[in-house]
Protein backbone atom coordinates (compact mmCIF):
# COMPACT_ATOMS: atom_id res chain seq x y z
CA UNK A 1 0.00 0.00 0.00
CA UNK A 2 1.48 3.35 -1.03
CA UNK A 3 -0.61 6.02 1.32
CA UNK A 4 -3.28 8.23 0.65
CA UNK A 5 -3.05 9.24 -2.78
CA UNK A 6 -4.84 12.28 -3.91
CA UNK A 7 -5.11 13.86 -7.75
CA UNK A 8 -4.66 15.91 -9.21
CA UNK A 9 -1.77 17.60 -7.51
CA UNK A 10 -2.31 21.37 -8.91
CA UNK A 11 -5.10 22.71 -10.49
CA UNK A 12 -5.82 26.09 -11.33
CA UNK A 13 -9.20 26.69 -12.87
CA UNK A 14 -10.76 30.27 -13.89
CA UNK A 15 -13.39 31.54 -11.27
CA UNK A 16 -17.01 30.07 -11.76
CA UNK A 17 -15.76 27.13 -12.93
CA UNK A 18 -16.32 23.56 -11.37
CA UNK A 19 -13.43 20.98 -10.31
CA UNK A 20 -13.78 17.64 -8.58
CA UNK A 21 -10.60 15.96 -6.40
CA UNK A 22 -9.94 12.30 -6.29
CA UNK A 23 -8.78 10.43 -2.69
CA UNK A 24 -7.63 7.05 -2.78
CA UNK A 25 -7.32 6.09 1.18
CA UNK A 26 -5.29 3.85 2.55
CA UNK A 27 -7.03 0.48 1.54
CA UNK A 28 -7.66 -1.01 5.34
CA UNK A 29 -8.95 2.28 6.50
CA UNK A 30 -12.46 2.94 6.94
CA UNK A 31 -12.75 6.45 8.08
CA UNK A 32 -11.65 9.25 5.29
CA UNK A 33 -11.53 13.19 6.01
CA UNK A 34 -11.12 15.98 3.93
CA UNK A 35 -9.48 19.25 5.15
CA UNK A 36 -8.52 22.55 3.71
CA UNK A 37 -5.38 24.52 4.18
CA UNK A 38 -4.57 27.92 3.59
CA UNK A 39 -1.29 29.23 3.84
CA UNK A 40 -0.32 30.20 7.42
CA UNK A 41 -3.10 28.51 9.08
CA UNK A 42 -3.65 25.20 9.91
CA UNK A 43 -5.76 22.14 8.66
CA UNK A 44 -9.17 23.24 8.92
CA UNK A 45 -12.01 19.73 9.01
CA UNK A 46 -14.21 19.77 5.74
CA UNK A 47 -15.94 16.24 6.24
CA UNK A 48 -15.61 12.60 7.05
CA UNK A 49 -16.86 9.28 5.86
CA UNK A 50 -16.74 6.26 7.75
CA UNK A 51 -17.27 3.61 4.81
CA UNK A 52 -19.55 5.05 2.70
CA UNK A 53 -21.63 7.28 5.31
CA UNK A 54 -20.81 11.03 5.76
CA UNK A 55 -21.33 11.23 9.08
CA UNK A 56 -20.02 14.84 9.72
CA UNK A 57 -19.99 18.36 7.68
CA UNK A 58 -18.35 21.41 9.05
CA UNK A 59 -20.31 24.98 8.54
CA UNK A 60 -17.38 25.78 6.27
CA UNK A 61 -18.80 23.45 3.63
CA UNK A 62 -21.10 25.48 1.29
CA UNK A 63 -23.97 24.59 -0.56
CA UNK A 64 -21.03 24.98 -3.37
CA UNK A 65 -19.08 21.94 -2.11
CA UNK A 66 -19.98 18.14 -2.61
CA UNK A 67 -18.23 15.38 -1.44
CA UNK A 68 -18.97 11.69 -2.17
CA UNK A 69 -17.47 8.25 -1.06
CA UNK A 70 -19.16 5.96 -3.13
CA UNK A 71 -18.59 1.74 -2.28
CA UNK A 72 -16.88 2.87 0.83
CA UNK A 73 -13.67 3.17 -1.19
CA UNK A 74 -12.31 6.44 -3.18
CA UNK A 75 -13.72 9.97 -2.15
CA UNK A 76 -14.36 12.88 -4.47
CA UNK A 77 -15.02 17.01 -3.20
CA UNK A 78 -16.74 18.72 -5.77
CA UNK A 79 -16.23 22.24 -5.91
CA UNK A 80 -18.85 24.07 -7.87
CA UNK A 81 -18.94 27.93 -9.31
CA UNK A 82 -15.61 28.41 -7.68
CA UNK A 83 -14.59 31.09 -6.16
CA UNK A 84 -11.05 33.02 -5.50
CA UNK A 85 -11.73 32.30 -1.97
CA UNK A 86 -11.35 28.45 -2.89
CA UNK A 87 -7.95 28.56 -3.59
CA UNK A 88 -6.49 26.44 -0.65
CA UNK A 89 -4.54 23.24 -0.46
CA UNK A 90 -6.98 20.31 0.11
CA UNK A 91 -6.28 17.79 1.88
CA UNK A 92 -7.45 13.93 2.33
CA UNK A 93 -6.71 11.83 5.53
CA UNK A 94 -7.54 8.18 6.23
CA UNK A 95 -7.62 6.64 9.68
CA UNK A 96 -8.98 3.25 10.62
CA UNK A 97 -11.24 3.15 14.24
CA UNK A 98 -12.46 6.56 15.08
CA UNK A 99 -8.77 7.73 14.32
CA UNK A 100 -7.96 8.09 18.02
CA UNK A 101 -4.60 7.28 16.78
CA UNK A 102 -3.94 9.88 14.37
CA UNK A 103 -4.31 10.19 10.60
CA UNK A 104 -1.94 9.50 7.47
CA UNK A 105 -2.77 12.42 4.90
CA UNK A 106 -2.36 12.27 1.18
CA UNK A 107 -0.04 15.15 -0.87
CA UNK A 108 -2.90 17.61 -1.13
CA UNK A 109 -4.15 19.35 -4.08
CA UNK A 110 -3.25 22.56 -4.41
CA UNK A 111 -6.09 24.54 -6.09
CA UNK A 112 -5.76 28.01 -7.64
CA UNK A 113 -8.95 29.98 -8.69
CA UNK A 114 -7.98 32.86 -11.07
CA UNK B 1 -16.03 25.90 18.95
CA UNK B 2 -13.40 23.73 19.99
CA UNK B 3 -9.80 25.54 19.95
CA UNK B 4 -6.44 24.45 19.96
CA UNK B 5 -4.49 27.48 20.56
CA UNK B 6 -0.07 27.43 19.19
CA UNK B 7 2.09 30.65 18.82
CA UNK B 8 2.75 30.83 15.63
CA UNK B 9 6.64 31.95 15.57
CA UNK B 10 8.67 32.30 13.49
CA UNK B 11 10.81 30.02 16.85
CA UNK B 12 14.57 30.27 15.74
CA UNK B 13 17.12 28.21 17.70
CA UNK B 14 20.51 27.10 17.00
CA UNK B 15 22.21 24.05 15.83
CA UNK B 16 22.23 21.24 18.59
CA UNK B 17 19.92 23.71 20.84
CA UNK B 18 16.78 22.05 22.42
CA UNK B 19 13.48 23.63 20.49
CA UNK B 20 10.26 23.90 22.50
CA UNK B 21 6.86 23.83 20.93
CA UNK B 22 3.62 24.64 22.79
CA UNK B 23 -0.25 24.24 22.65
CA UNK B 24 -3.44 24.50 24.57
CA UNK B 25 -6.79 22.88 23.68
CA UNK B 26 -10.13 23.91 24.84
CA UNK B 27 -12.32 20.76 24.94
CA UNK B 28 -11.38 18.57 28.13
CA UNK B 29 -12.94 15.68 26.80
CA UNK B 30 -10.13 15.15 24.92
CA UNK B 31 -8.45 11.74 24.45
CA UNK B 32 -5.51 12.26 21.79
CA UNK B 33 -3.08 14.89 21.09
CA UNK B 34 -0.66 14.73 18.12
CA UNK B 35 2.58 16.71 16.77
CA UNK B 36 2.53 16.75 12.81
CA UNK B 37 5.44 18.25 11.19
CA UNK B 38 4.77 19.75 7.92
CA UNK B 39 7.65 21.19 5.28
CA UNK B 40 6.60 24.58 3.13
CA UNK B 41 4.11 23.16 0.02
CA UNK B 42 3.94 19.36 1.97
CA UNK B 43 1.38 17.27 3.72
CA UNK B 44 1.46 17.16 7.40
CA UNK B 45 3.38 14.27 8.23
CA UNK B 46 2.45 12.63 12.13
CA UNK B 47 5.78 12.98 14.26
CA UNK B 48 4.34 11.91 17.93
CA UNK B 49 1.14 10.81 19.62
CA UNK B 50 0.22 10.87 23.16
CA UNK B 51 -2.75 9.84 24.64
CA UNK B 52 -2.43 10.39 29.07
CA UNK B 53 -0.24 12.83 31.09
CA UNK B 54 3.32 12.84 31.38
CA UNK B 55 6.23 12.70 28.97
CA UNK B 56 6.75 10.20 26.04
CA UNK B 57 10.30 10.44 24.46
CA UNK B 58 10.99 9.37 20.43
CA UNK B 59 14.43 9.77 19.76
CA UNK B 60 15.26 13.23 19.52
CA UNK B 61 11.37 14.27 20.64
CA UNK B 62 9.62 14.04 23.46
CA UNK B 63 6.30 15.23 23.66
CA UNK B 64 4.45 16.25 27.29
CA UNK B 65 0.82 16.35 27.83
CA UNK B 66 -0.93 18.05 31.39
CA UNK B 67 -4.60 17.63 30.79
CA UNK B 68 -5.38 19.59 34.09
CA UNK B 69 -3.77 22.61 32.49
CA UNK B 70 -4.83 21.35 28.60
CA UNK B 71 -1.54 22.00 27.30
CA UNK B 72 0.74 19.95 25.41
CA UNK B 73 4.04 20.22 24.33
CA UNK B 74 6.71 19.19 22.07
CA UNK B 75 11.06 19.21 22.66
CA UNK B 76 13.11 18.77 19.89
CA UNK B 77 16.71 18.01 21.18
CA UNK B 78 19.62 18.78 19.40
CA UNK B 79 17.94 20.59 16.98
CA UNK B 80 19.13 20.31 13.10
CA UNK B 81 18.51 22.32 10.41
CA UNK B 82 16.36 19.80 8.66
CA UNK B 83 13.90 20.41 11.22
CA UNK B 84 13.02 23.71 9.75
CA UNK B 85 9.19 23.12 9.47
CA UNK B 86 5.89 24.27 10.75
CA UNK B 87 5.24 22.02 13.73
CA UNK B 88 0.86 21.17 13.79
CA UNK B 89 -0.51 20.56 17.25
CA UNK B 90 -3.54 18.36 16.65
CA UNK B 91 -6.41 17.53 19.95
CA UNK B 92 -8.99 15.11 18.50
CA UNK B 93 -11.68 16.55 19.90
CA UNK B 94 -15.85 15.36 20.38
CA UNK B 95 -17.57 16.36 17.34
CA UNK B 96 -21.34 15.89 16.63
CA UNK B 97 -20.97 11.76 15.67
CA UNK B 98 -17.77 11.11 17.40
CA UNK B 99 -14.03 12.76 17.50
CA UNK B 100 -12.74 14.81 14.63
CA UNK B 101 -9.10 15.94 14.44
CA UNK B 102 -8.72 19.94 15.34
CA UNK B 103 -5.17 21.47 14.47
CA UNK B 104 -3.77 25.00 15.82
CA UNK B 105 -2.18 27.28 13.29
CA UNK B 106 1.30 25.78 13.38
CA UNK B 107 4.06 27.37 15.16
CA UNK B 108 7.05 28.02 12.40
CA UNK B 109 10.92 26.50 14.13
CA UNK B 110 13.93 27.93 12.15
CA UNK B 111 16.88 26.09 13.09
CA UNK B 112 20.00 27.63 12.21
CA UNK B 113 23.41 26.42 11.72
Known amino acids: DTGVSQNPRHKITKRGQNVTFRCDPI?????LYWYRQTLGQGPEFLTY????????KSRLLSDRFSAERPKGSFSTLEIQRTEQGDSAMYLCASSSGQGLYGYTFGSGTRLTVV | QKEVEQNSGPLSVPEGAIASLNCTYS??????FFWYRQYSGKSPELIMS????GDKEDGRFTAQLNKASQYVSLLIRDSQPSDSATYLCAVNARSNSGYALNFGKGTSLLVTP
Open chain 2, 27 to 32: DRGSQS
Open chain 2, 50 to 53: IYSN
Open chain 1, 27 to 31: SEHNR
Open chain 1, 49 to 56: FQNEAQLE
